[in-house]
Protein backbone atom coordinates (compact mmCIF):
# COMPACT_ATOMS: atom_id res chain seq x y z
CA UNK A 1 0.00 0.00 0.00
CA UNK A 2 0.98 3.82 -0.71
CA UNK A 3 2.63 4.63 2.94
CA UNK A 4 0.92 7.87 4.19
CA UNK A 5 3.82 9.72 3.77
CA UNK A 6 3.97 9.06 0.04
CA UNK A 7 0.50 11.35 -0.15
CA UNK A 8 1.13 14.51 -1.90
CA UNK A 9 0.14 17.98 -0.21
CA UNK A 10 -2.81 19.81 -1.21
CA UNK A 11 -1.23 22.61 -2.26
CA UNK A 12 1.40 20.53 -4.70
CA UNK A 13 -1.30 19.06 -6.77
CA UNK A 14 -3.94 22.10 -6.84
CA UNK A 15 -1.25 24.69 -7.03
CA UNK A 16 -2.88 26.82 -4.43
CA UNK A 17 -0.93 28.83 -2.30
CA UNK A 18 -4.07 29.83 -1.28
CA UNK A 19 -5.40 28.80 2.28
CA UNK A 20 -8.46 27.38 2.40
CA UNK A 21 -8.21 25.29 -1.64
CA UNK A 22 -12.24 26.60 -2.42
CA UNK A 23 -13.97 23.96 -4.74
CA UNK A 24 -16.89 26.13 -6.05
CA UNK A 25 -19.55 25.21 -8.93
CA UNK A 26 -23.15 24.17 -9.44
CA UNK A 27 -24.60 20.93 -7.96
CA UNK A 28 -24.87 20.13 -11.28
CA UNK A 29 -24.51 21.28 -15.22
CA UNK A 30 -27.02 21.97 -16.64
CA UNK A 31 -26.71 23.71 -19.74
CA UNK A 32 -23.41 25.10 -21.25
CA UNK A 33 -24.44 28.79 -20.77
CA UNK A 34 -25.25 28.12 -16.96
CA UNK A 35 -21.88 26.25 -17.05
CA UNK A 36 -19.88 29.26 -18.58
CA UNK A 37 -21.73 32.26 -16.69
CA UNK A 38 -21.00 30.59 -13.17
CA UNK A 39 -17.80 29.07 -13.95
CA UNK A 40 -16.57 33.01 -15.50
CA UNK A 41 -18.29 34.67 -11.78
CA UNK A 42 -16.69 32.10 -9.78
CA UNK A 43 -12.79 32.73 -11.54
CA UNK A 44 -11.04 34.96 -9.67
CA UNK A 45 -12.69 35.00 -6.61
CA UNK A 46 -10.38 34.30 -3.41
CA UNK A 47 -8.80 31.02 -3.15
CA UNK A 48 -11.30 29.08 -5.94
CA UNK A 49 -8.89 27.20 -8.17
CA UNK A 50 -10.95 24.42 -8.75
CA UNK A 51 -14.76 24.33 -11.03
CA UNK A 52 -16.77 21.18 -10.03
CA UNK A 53 -19.80 20.52 -11.87
CA UNK A 54 -22.20 16.87 -11.44
CA UNK A 55 -22.92 15.31 -14.96
CA UNK A 56 -23.87 11.47 -13.71
CA UNK A 57 -26.31 12.55 -10.95
CA UNK A 58 -27.12 9.92 -8.37
CA UNK A 59 -30.90 10.75 -7.49
CA UNK A 60 -33.13 8.91 -5.38
CA UNK A 61 -36.01 8.80 -7.63
CA UNK A 62 -35.42 7.61 -11.59
CA UNK A 63 -38.00 10.67 -12.46
CA UNK A 64 -35.40 13.23 -11.44
CA UNK A 65 -32.93 14.93 -13.53
CA UNK A 66 -29.94 12.35 -13.69
CA UNK A 67 -27.48 14.86 -15.22
CA UNK A 68 -26.50 15.92 -18.98
CA UNK A 69 -23.84 13.27 -18.88
CA UNK A 70 -21.17 13.40 -21.28
CA UNK A 71 -22.03 16.03 -23.54
CA UNK A 72 -21.57 18.56 -20.20
CA UNK A 73 -17.28 16.92 -20.38
CA UNK A 74 -17.02 19.29 -23.33
CA UNK A 75 -18.26 22.72 -21.74
CA UNK A 76 -16.18 21.63 -19.19
CA UNK A 77 -13.02 21.79 -21.64
CA UNK A 78 -13.99 25.44 -22.24
CA UNK A 79 -14.33 26.66 -18.64
CA UNK A 80 -10.79 25.46 -18.45
CA UNK A 81 -9.82 26.93 -21.49
CA UNK A 82 -11.62 30.25 -20.66
CA UNK A 83 -11.07 30.78 -16.98
CA UNK A 84 -7.95 28.51 -15.86
CA UNK A 85 -10.17 26.94 -12.94
CA UNK A 86 -9.15 23.25 -12.98
CA UNK A 87 -11.90 20.83 -13.37
CA UNK A 88 -13.94 17.83 -11.55
CA UNK A 89 -16.48 15.60 -11.73
CA UNK A 90 -18.38 12.77 -10.12
CA UNK A 91 -17.51 9.39 -11.37
CA UNK A 92 -19.40 6.59 -10.19
CA UNK A 93 -18.33 3.52 -12.30
CA UNK A 94 -15.38 3.22 -15.25
CA UNK A 95 -17.61 4.16 -18.05
CA UNK A 96 -17.23 8.06 -16.42
CA UNK A 97 -13.77 7.45 -15.43
CA UNK A 98 -12.71 6.91 -19.12
CA UNK A 99 -15.28 9.70 -20.82
CA UNK A 100 -13.72 12.20 -17.86
CA UNK A 101 -9.85 11.32 -18.36
CA UNK A 102 -10.68 11.15 -22.06
CA UNK A 103 -12.00 15.14 -22.01
CA UNK A 104 -8.98 15.98 -19.74
CA UNK A 105 -10.80 16.49 -16.36
CA UNK A 106 -8.13 17.11 -13.57
CA UNK A 107 -10.06 16.09 -10.28
CA UNK A 108 -12.58 13.25 -9.99
CA UNK A 109 -14.65 13.28 -7.20
CA UNK A 110 -16.25 10.02 -5.57
CA UNK A 111 -20.00 10.78 -4.40
CA UNK A 112 -21.51 9.50 -1.28
CA UNK A 113 -24.15 6.95 -1.94
CA UNK A 114 -20.91 5.13 -4.28
CA UNK A 115 -18.17 5.22 -1.27
CA UNK A 116 -20.79 2.98 0.72
CA UNK A 117 -20.11 0.11 -1.93
CA UNK A 118 -16.81 -1.32 -2.05
CA UNK A 119 -17.56 -3.67 -5.10
CA UNK A 120 -18.02 0.32 -7.08
CA UNK A 121 -15.22 1.19 -5.13
CA UNK A 122 -13.40 -1.67 -6.43
CA UNK A 123 -14.26 -1.20 -9.91
CA UNK A 124 -12.65 2.26 -9.98
CA UNK A 125 -9.58 1.57 -8.01
CA UNK A 126 -9.35 -0.90 -10.58
CA UNK A 127 -9.85 1.23 -13.60
CA UNK A 128 -7.27 4.30 -11.71
CA UNK A 129 -4.80 2.30 -11.36
CA UNK A 130 -1.36 3.99 -12.97
CA UNK A 131 -3.40 6.83 -13.95
CA UNK A 132 -1.83 10.46 -12.09
CA UNK A 133 -4.98 11.82 -11.38
CA UNK A 134 -6.32 13.51 -7.73
CA UNK A 135 -9.30 11.71 -6.16
CA UNK A 136 -11.20 13.36 -3.52
CA UNK A 137 -12.98 10.53 -1.55
CA UNK A 138 -16.21 11.53 0.05
CA UNK A 139 -17.72 10.29 3.07
CA UNK A 140 -20.14 7.28 3.05
CA UNK A 141 -23.78 8.50 3.63
CA UNK A 142 -24.67 6.35 6.91
CA UNK A 143 -21.68 7.22 9.52
CA UNK A 144 -19.04 4.05 8.99
CA UNK A 145 -15.40 5.55 9.25
CA UNK A 146 -14.50 1.93 8.43
CA UNK A 147 -15.94 2.16 4.98
CA UNK A 148 -14.68 6.25 4.40
CA UNK A 149 -11.38 4.61 5.68
CA UNK A 150 -11.42 1.23 3.19
CA UNK A 151 -12.11 3.54 0.25
CA UNK A 152 -9.16 5.80 0.44
CA UNK A 153 -7.19 3.09 1.16
CA UNK A 154 -8.30 1.34 -2.13
CA UNK A 155 -7.19 4.83 -3.85
CA UNK A 156 -3.77 4.40 -2.24
CA UNK A 157 -3.31 0.90 -3.18
CA UNK A 158 -4.19 1.71 -6.42
CA UNK A 159 -1.18 4.35 -6.19
CA UNK A 160 -3.26 7.55 -6.21
CA UNK A 161 -0.95 10.04 -4.48
CA UNK A 162 -3.25 13.00 -5.00
CA UNK A 163 -6.30 12.09 -2.84
CA UNK A 164 -8.45 14.02 0.03
CA UNK A 165 -11.35 13.47 1.82
CA UNK A 166 -14.66 15.63 1.77
CA UNK A 167 -16.87 15.81 4.30
CA UNK A 168 -20.42 15.58 3.56
CA UNK A 169 -22.41 14.42 6.89
CA UNK A 170 -24.07 11.82 7.41
CA UNK A 171 -27.27 10.34 6.93
CA UNK A 172 -29.02 10.79 10.62
CA UNK A 173 -32.46 9.09 11.36
CA UNK A 174 -34.25 12.43 13.59
CA UNK A 175 -34.54 15.81 13.47
CA UNK A 176 -31.88 18.39 12.92
CA UNK A 177 -31.78 21.50 11.21
CA UNK A 178 -29.11 20.50 8.42
CA UNK A 179 -30.26 18.33 5.71
CA UNK A 180 -26.90 15.75 6.83
CA UNK A 181 -25.74 15.05 10.30
CA UNK A 182 -21.96 16.59 10.43
CA UNK A 183 -20.77 13.94 13.21
CA UNK A 184 -18.02 16.53 13.85
CA UNK A 185 -16.09 13.28 15.52
CA UNK A 186 -15.90 10.96 11.95
CA UNK A 187 -13.46 13.40 10.28
CA UNK A 188 -11.38 14.08 13.30
CA UNK A 189 -11.03 10.53 13.83
CA UNK A 190 -9.94 10.49 10.51
CA UNK A 191 -7.70 13.12 10.75
CA UNK A 192 -6.15 11.14 13.63
CA UNK A 193 -5.99 7.76 11.99
CA UNK A 194 -4.74 9.05 8.29
CA UNK A 195 -3.03 12.56 8.95
CA UNK A 196 -1.60 13.30 5.78
CA UNK A 197 -4.95 12.56 4.10
CA UNK A 198 -5.76 16.16 3.60
CA UNK A 199 -9.78 17.01 4.75
CA UNK A 200 -11.93 19.44 2.59
CA UNK A 201 -15.58 19.99 3.86
CA UNK A 202 -18.65 20.23 1.94
CA UNK A 203 -21.16 22.41 3.76
CA UNK A 204 -23.54 22.45 0.80
CA UNK A 205 -24.49 18.95 1.52
CA UNK A 206 -24.20 18.72 5.39
CA UNK A 207 -26.46 21.94 5.70
CA UNK A 208 -29.09 21.28 2.73
CA UNK A 209 -29.73 25.44 2.94
CA UNK A 210 -27.32 28.26 1.76
CA UNK A 211 -28.00 29.97 4.97
CA UNK A 212 -25.96 27.45 6.99
CA UNK A 213 -23.14 27.03 4.76
CA UNK A 214 -20.95 30.43 6.88
CA UNK A 215 -20.91 28.68 10.37
CA UNK A 216 -20.08 25.24 9.13
CA UNK A 217 -17.16 26.50 6.97
CA UNK A 218 -15.74 28.80 9.69
CA UNK A 219 -16.29 25.50 12.08
CA UNK A 220 -14.50 23.32 9.30
CA UNK A 221 -11.43 25.68 9.18
CA UNK A 222 -11.44 26.28 13.11
CA UNK A 223 -11.01 22.57 12.80
CA UNK A 224 -7.80 23.02 10.68
CA UNK A 225 -9.59 21.14 7.35
CA UNK A 226 -7.91 22.55 4.46
CA UNK A 227 -10.62 22.93 1.68
CA UNK A 228 -14.32 23.53 1.10
CA UNK A 229 -16.39 22.74 -1.65
CA UNK A 230 -19.50 24.76 -1.76
CA UNK A 231 -21.79 24.57 -4.37
CA UNK A 232 -22.39 27.86 -6.38
CA UNK A 233 -24.87 28.64 -8.94
CA UNK A 234 -25.58 31.43 -11.17
CA UNK A 235 -29.23 31.49 -10.58
CA UNK A 236 -29.99 29.19 -7.47
CA UNK A 237 -33.70 29.40 -7.73
CA UNK A 238 -33.67 27.97 -11.36
CA UNK A 239 -31.40 25.23 -10.25
CA UNK A 240 -32.55 21.60 -11.60
CA UNK A 241 -30.96 20.14 -7.99
CA UNK A 242 -30.38 20.84 -4.33
CA UNK A 243 -31.81 24.23 -5.30
CA UNK A 244 -31.86 25.36 -1.73
CA UNK A 245 -28.39 24.82 -0.82
CA UNK A 246 -26.81 26.63 -3.63
CA UNK A 247 -25.00 29.97 -3.58
CA UNK A 248 -24.35 32.92 -6.19
CA UNK A 249 -20.81 33.76 -7.28
CA UNK A 250 -21.70 36.89 -5.30
CA UNK A 251 -22.34 34.98 -2.16
CA UNK A 252 -19.76 33.24 -2.00
CA UNK A 253 -17.38 35.62 -2.24
CA UNK A 254 -19.16 37.53 0.71
CA UNK A 255 -18.88 34.09 2.29
CA UNK A 256 -15.54 33.91 1.99
CA UNK A 257 -14.52 37.40 2.77
CA UNK A 258 -16.05 36.38 5.97
CA UNK A 259 -13.87 33.77 7.29
CA UNK A 260 -11.54 33.95 9.67
CA UNK A 261 -8.83 31.93 8.34
CA UNK A 262 -6.58 31.20 11.57
CA UNK A 263 -2.93 30.18 12.62
CA UNK A 264 -2.56 26.71 12.42
CA UNK A 265 -2.43 25.63 16.02
CA UNK A 266 1.73 24.80 15.71
CA UNK A 267 0.98 21.21 15.51
CA UNK A 268 -0.54 21.17 19.40
CA UNK A 269 -4.00 20.63 17.78
CA UNK A 270 -5.73 22.79 20.59
CA UNK A 271 -8.69 23.27 18.45
CA UNK A 272 -9.21 20.03 17.61
CA UNK A 273 -8.98 18.68 21.23
CA UNK A 274 -11.26 21.60 21.95
CA UNK A 275 -14.13 20.72 19.49
CA UNK A 276 -13.64 16.56 20.09
CA UNK A 277 -14.54 17.11 23.86
CA UNK A 278 -17.20 19.88 22.64
CA UNK A 279 -18.13 17.32 20.00
CA UNK A 280 -18.62 14.79 23.53
CA UNK A 281 -21.16 17.26 25.23
CA UNK A 282 -23.18 17.51 22.52
CA UNK A 283 -23.56 14.05 22.02
CA UNK A 284 -24.23 13.59 26.17
CA UNK A 285 -26.52 16.21 25.97
CA UNK A 286 -28.41 15.19 23.33
CA UNK A 287 -28.08 11.85 24.84
CA UNK A 288 -29.66 13.88 28.13
CA UNK A 289 -32.37 15.28 25.92
CA UNK A 290 -33.47 11.65 24.43
CA UNK A 291 -33.67 9.88 27.91
CA UNK A 292 -35.99 12.89 29.12
CA UNK A 293 -38.49 12.36 26.59
CA UNK A 294 -38.34 8.57 27.42
CA UNK A 295 -38.81 9.40 31.04
CA UNK A 296 -41.41 11.53 29.99
CA UNK A 297 -43.25 8.96 27.93
CA UNK A 298 -43.15 6.56 31.12
CA UNK A 299 -44.42 9.29 33.13
CA UNK A 300 -47.31 9.53 30.48
CA UNK A 301 -48.27 5.86 31.07
CA UNK A 302 -47.83 5.79 35.05
CA UNK A 303 -50.47 8.96 34.56
CA UNK A 304 -52.64 6.98 32.82
CA UNK A 305 -52.13 4.34 34.78
CA UNK A 306 -52.78 6.19 37.61
CA UNK A 307 -56.20 7.64 36.15
CA UNK A 308 -58.01 4.30 35.26
CA UNK A 309 -57.13 2.95 38.81
CA UNK A 310 -58.74 6.48 40.47
CA UNK A 311 -54.95 6.92 42.37
CA UNK A 312 -53.83 10.41 43.32
CA UNK A 313 -51.41 11.71 41.37
CA UNK A 314 -48.91 12.76 43.65
CA UNK A 315 -47.81 10.14 46.14
CA UNK A 316 -45.13 11.23 48.79
CA UNK A 317 -43.77 8.34 49.93
CA UNK A 318 -42.48 7.41 46.88
CA UNK A 319 -41.38 10.92 45.95
CA UNK A 320 -39.13 10.40 49.25
CA UNK A 321 -37.47 7.26 48.00
CA UNK A 322 -36.33 8.51 44.88
CA UNK A 323 -35.12 11.69 46.56
CA UNK A 324 -32.81 9.42 48.81
CA UNK A 325 -32.34 7.12 46.38
CA UNK A 326 -31.01 9.48 43.64
CA UNK A 327 -28.76 11.37 45.88
CA UNK A 328 -27.02 8.56 47.26
CA UNK A 329 -26.46 7.40 43.91
CA UNK A 330 -25.22 11.24 42.94
CA UNK A 331 -23.31 11.07 46.07
CA UNK A 332 -21.29 8.02 44.49
CA UNK A 333 -20.59 9.69 41.44
CA UNK A 334 -19.04 12.86 43.17
CA UNK A 335 -21.86 14.83 42.37
CA UNK A 336 -22.71 18.13 44.15
CA UNK A 337 -26.07 17.21 46.31
CA UNK A 338 -27.52 20.25 46.46
CA UNK A 339 -27.53 20.07 42.58
CA UNK A 340 -28.88 16.82 42.26
CA UNK A 341 -31.76 17.70 44.26
CA UNK A 342 -32.70 21.17 42.27
CA UNK A 343 -32.20 19.02 39.28
CA UNK A 344 -34.56 16.55 40.49
CA UNK A 345 -37.15 18.97 41.53
CA UNK A 346 -37.70 20.19 38.43
CA UNK A 347 -37.93 16.88 36.53
CA UNK A 348 -40.45 15.97 39.44
CA UNK A 349 -42.57 18.89 38.97
CA UNK A 350 -42.50 18.47 35.17
CA UNK A 351 -43.69 14.64 36.05
CA UNK A 352 -46.36 15.83 38.11
CA UNK A 353 -47.46 18.67 35.60
CA UNK A 354 -47.81 16.10 33.22
CA UNK A 355 -49.55 13.77 35.01
CA UNK A 356 -52.37 16.70 36.16
CA UNK A 357 -53.16 17.02 32.35
CA UNK A 358 -53.90 13.52 31.97
CA UNK A 359 -56.37 13.99 34.93
CA UNK A 360 -58.36 16.76 33.21
CA UNK A 361 -58.19 15.49 30.00
CA UNK A 362 -59.72 12.41 31.17
CA UNK A 363 -62.12 14.79 33.09
CA UNK A 364 -63.05 16.29 30.20
CA UNK A 365 -63.43 13.36 28.17
CA UNK A 366 -65.82 12.23 30.63
CA UNK A 367 -68.20 15.63 31.09
C1 LIG B 1 -22.64 16.30 -5.16
O1 LIG B 1 -21.54 16.70 -4.76
O2 LIG B 1 -23.33 16.92 -5.97
C2 LIG B 1 -23.21 15.07 -4.58
C3 LIG B 1 -24.09 14.32 -5.22
O3 LIG B 1 -22.77 14.89 -3.35
P1 LIG B 1 -22.90 13.67 -2.32
O4 LIG B 1 -22.29 12.47 -3.00
O5 LIG B 1 -22.11 14.17 -1.17
O6 LIG B 1 -24.36 13.50 -2.00
MN1 LIG C 1 -25.51 18.52 -4.89
Redesign the pocket.
Known amino acids: MTAHDEILPLNEWTGAGCRPLIIAGP ?2 AESEEQVITTARLLAGLKCVRVF ?1 A ?1 LW ?2 RTRPSSFEGVGKEGLIWLQRVKRETGLLTAV ?1 VANPVHVAQALEHGVDML ?7 VNPFSLQELASVLRGVDIPVLV ?2 P ?1 NPDLSLWMGALERMMLSGIRKIAA ?1 H ?2 FYFFGKSPYR ?1 APMWELPIELKRLMPQIPLIC ?1 P ?2 ISGGRQYLADISQKALDLEYEGL ?1 I ?1 SHHDPASAL ?2 AAQQITPEGLKALLNGLVVRQKSGGSGFETKLEELRTEIDKIDAELINLLARRMDIVTEIGEYKRNHNVTILQIKRWGNIVRDRLKTGMDTGLDTEYLRKLFEIVHNESIKLQAEIMNRNTGEEK
Open positions: CSRGKPEWIGARTVKNVIRGNDSHMETD
